[in-house]
């Protein structure tokens, strides 16, 4: 009987393993042919990162016949790089991603995509590294450290804060960069952060012009969890809205009434649905622009936004939504006014030439804070030409979508708002690079601008003085 | 005669060995051509592979392994266990998160430094227990399949725990994770510079107990008299009902006790992480660890140190061959998936032999 077993049993061996051969053959069939098109796309995103820039060109002439816009600004860090490699730097840069990881449509797609630019401006070769959890993050650091290959290694994303800094500490000699993350006192460290509240008055100017063209009476802002990072956006958004309606009032000479101002912090930046419920609570006392300061919980907004067009058969806003962070007009197209785009390409970009710079012995310290602001082009308000270089992102990811028609959508979106309003906001993204002193309701841009980092109270007190309810 | 029944006894051992060789080779192969497909270099990515987890030049990347290694010994101890007392106990994972949620409990409060590691020990590993326990009672008086009412509790743990990072244990400068175990109650680095924790000695030393407890112990004869058959165990004078919820107490202990050695034993952040991202998957890796490892406990720790292994040298590859995670991950998984097939065969054996032994 136990000859039978035997015979039974190897048998059934060699028959899984025969099965699990067919199955990973199968596997392995596919992975050879989606690795072929992967390919493919990463050169077409690097094309399309390029044609942008002549698209740019040609866009400037065809839409705005005015010279307010400046085009470089959000298409490319600096078109010719000025820095070359020394002889004394590695010759390599790594970047580490946090465990979002490439394919997240914002932060780590855009950092590749500076990363991959530096790594061709300068001649340096990029290794990327993802991690699979936080544990990750630790190992990767000092692998990539202990090697002492890189010129410098970029750790995308404040997640990455408490490793950077203990990794930092242990390898003096390399030089790290941490974007969005706050490490002020190591020479060996680089926080590239973002002015947020530039781009948010900004995008806050064009809430509050649109809301009065479409004489809606009020506008909102819905955001994630409440913390201080946050009050960035709201201070400068608040700031903008305000400006605006000045802006409005002289402009048309009509007599307005001031917008009621909606805010609502969710609690969550990963719940959609909350977001939703956020956002329709306030399109139910008249909202009609919801800015998204809330990650993932954002979807909800666009969402909430959509049906409600779609309830007074409109495809397109108002009500509108305002994206954040990467360029999210593409996701709801139509019903997203613009995003408030956080360059994190530029900064990724930046902390590289200034790795150079300083082996080149042109700066004698690396670290510190880095702030990126309008004059940097580290945030801007996201503009038609920007969508071919999101989409590339969006399509490398595996998104299907349809190029053409979302940006012909957005460009009619975009259209049926007067033109003037949108250059009144690039005017004042003008403004703020040379003159932070502009002052509305008594409050000077630069006097936000100096009290940052915000607490509690000092919001409290910007809300008070921009006539924002203060909850 | 004794020297033949020793034959037996090694050529069988000998075999398994065998068998698991054979099959790491086959998973090599194949996750090579996939890697070769896809248009990268599976030799130099295996070489990276090896020299970024038991590099000989460099002691850190052993060390890496090791601290990988840790938290799924214990896990694989849930599930050896479970198996040896005839249970499916895929529940490791989320008694894994209560035991860290215990630990972060206990980080909350004030106490004399001394007394954080071993309350955090004690109340995380009971948190664990009382989370298997649950499904241990609905299994013995309620006849719930452990497999449908464990996963269930996994998510149940998931929440609950995502909730208390949120909501009760927020840290106040920085909202992606909780508070920190302080200072005092983190397990001490064994080589500076390195990941590795006291956690892996603690992983030991209970891996140690449990093999004590399976074979040497009353209770472990029951366990494993139970499991492979109940009612000649029950016909012998054990009861079924206790020794399984038992089986669920031991493997809760050994799966709080991970998630507490993750809080306390796992630098830099000491605390858990936005969507637990810092525990999830320890405890569904220990089951693969366990059934590398015949489900016996000196067979999980080469097992565990091969899973730690894989888990380093996933960023050699990345950083040397330029192999992306996602095609890492895929050539782990079909590694694994070839290792667990001698596992899957002999269970369908002992099946097929059961079924044969009924019919004679």
């Known amino acids: ?471 | 005669m004794p020297s033949s029944q020793f034959w037996i006894i090694f050529k069988e051992k000998l075999e398994r060995v065998a068998e698991i060789v054979i099959a790491i080779i086959i998973g090599f192969i194949i996750a090579g051509i996939m890697m070769w497909l896809g248009g990268y270099d599976p030799i130099a990515a295996y070489i990276a592979m090896f020299e970024y987890s038991f590099s000989l030049t460099d002691p850190y990347y052993l060390a890496m392994t090791l601290s990988f290694a840790a938290p799924v010994m214990l896990t694989a101890i849930t599930f050896a266990v479970g198996v040896r007392a005839g249970l499916f106990n895929i529940g490791a994972e989320g008694q894994l998160y209560m035991g860290a949620l215990g630990a972060i409990m206990v980080a909350s409060w004030s106490l004399p430094g001394p007394l954080y590691l071993p309350l955090a020990m004690i109340i995380g590993s009971l948190m664990g227990a009382a989370w298997g326990l649950i499904a241990g009672v609905l299994k013995v008086y309620r006849g719930v399949n452990e497999v449908v009412s464990t996963i269930m509790l996994n998510w149940i743990a998931f929440w609950i725990v995502e909730y208390a990072r949120v909501y009760v244990y927020p840290n106040p400068i920085d909202a992606s994770k909780t508070i920190s175990m302080p200072p005092a109650g983190r397990l001490p680095i064994l080589i500076k510079g390195t990941e590795l924790s006291a956690s892996f000695i603690v992983s030991l030393v209970f891996v140690g107990i449990a093999f004590y407890l399976l074979w040497y112990m009353v209770l472990g004869y029951e366990i494993r008299a139970t499991g492979l058959n109940p009612s000649a165990a029950r016909y012998g004078g054990i009861n079924p009902k206790k020794t399984m919820l038992w089986a669920f107490i031991i493997g809760g202990i050994a799966a709080g006790l991970a998630g507490v050695c993750e809080i306390a034993g796992r630098p830099p952040s000491y605390a858990i992480t936005t969507g637990l991202s810092n525990l999830m998957g320890l405890g569904f890796d220990g089951i693969t660890v366990s059934l590398l490892g015949a489900n016996h406990p000196l067979g999980i720790i080469p097992a565990s140190i091969f899973i730690g292994a894989l888990s380093s040298g996933a960023r050699g590859m990345q950083i040397v061959t330029n192999v992306p995670l996602e095609m890492v991950k895929a050539v782990q998984g079909i590694i694994i998936i070839a290792l667990a097939v001698p596992g899957i065969v002999r269970l369908i054996r002992s099946k097929i032999l059961r079924r044969e032994v009924k019919v004679v």
Request: with cysteine; aromatic share 8%; hydrophobic share 40%.
């Open chain 1, 1 to 471: 009987m136990s000859k039978v077993i035997r015979g039974l049993s190897s048998s059934a061996y060699i028959g899984i393993i025969i099965i699990v051969a067919i199955i990973v053959g199968a596997i392995a069939y596919y992975a050879g042919t989606m690795a072929a098109p992967k390919t493919v796309s990463t050169t077409t995103i690097t094309q399309t990162t390029t044609i942008t820039q002549t698209v740019t060109v040609t866009q400037t002439v065809a839409t705005t016949p005015t010279t307010t816009t400046t085009p470089t600004q959000t298409t490319s860090p600096s078109p010719t790089p000025t820095v070359t490699v020394p002889p004394n730097a590695p010759k390599k840069i790594a970047v580490v991603y946090d465990i979002g990881g490439r394919g997240d449509l914002s932060f780590n797609d855009m950092a590749y995509l500076g990363a991959s630019k530096a790594s061709k401006d300068f001649g340096l070769e990029l290794v990327e590294v993802q991690s699979k959890t936080e544990a990750d993050y630790l190992p990767n650091l000092r692998s990539l450290a202990r090697s002492g290959d890189y010129a410098v290694i970029i750790a995308v994303g404040f997640l990455m804060t408490d490793a950077v800094k203990q990794v930092a500490d242990e390898y003096p000699n390399q030089l790290f960069a941490i974007i969005d993350g706050y490490i002020p006192d190591k020479p060996n460290v680089l926080s590239v952060l973002f002015k947020e509240h530039e781009g948010s008055a900004l995008v806050g100017a064009l809430a509050g012009m649109v809301a009065h063209y479409y004489k809606c009476p009020a506008v909102g802002v819905v955001l994630g969890m409440e913390i201080p990072v946050l009050y960035k956006f709201e201070a400068g958004y608040y700031w903008g809205i305000r400006y605006g309606e000045e802006v409005y009032k002289q402009h048309t000479g009509e007599d307005i009434k001031p917008l009621n101002i909606l805010w609502t912090y969710t609690g969550a930046f990963n719940d959609p649905a909350k977001g939703k419920t956020a956002t329709e609570a306030q399109l139910a006392q008249g909202a009609c622009v919801v800015y998204n300061v809330a990650g993932a919980t954002g979807l909800g907004i666009f969402e909430a936004v959509e049906e409600a067009a779609k309830a007074k058969g409109r495809d397109m806003g108002p009500p509108f939504a305002i994206g954040v962070d990467s360029d999210q007009d593409w996701i709801k197209p139509g019903f997203i006014l613009a995003s408030m785009e956080k360059r994190v390409d530029v900064g990724v970009y930046t902390a590289v030439e200034r790795a150079l710079l300083y082996y080149a012995g042109k700066i004698d310290k690396f670290g510190g804070i880095l702030e990126l602001g309008l004059k940097e082009g580290g945030v801007a308000i996201s503009k038609v030409e920007d969508l071919e270089t999101f989409l590339a992102i969006a399509e490398q990811a595996g998104k299907q979508i349809n190029k053409t028609e979302i940006i012909e959508k957005v460009k009619k979106m975009r259209s049926e708002i007067p033109q003037w309003i949108w250059q009144e906001v690039d005017k004042l993204a003008e403004t703020l690079k040379t003159n932070p002193d502009v002052e509305v309701m008594g409050l000077k841009f630069s006097q936000i601008e100096k009290m940052i980092p915000l607490d509690a109270n000092e919001i409290k007190q910007i809300r008070e003085q921009l006539g924002v309810p203060t909850g």
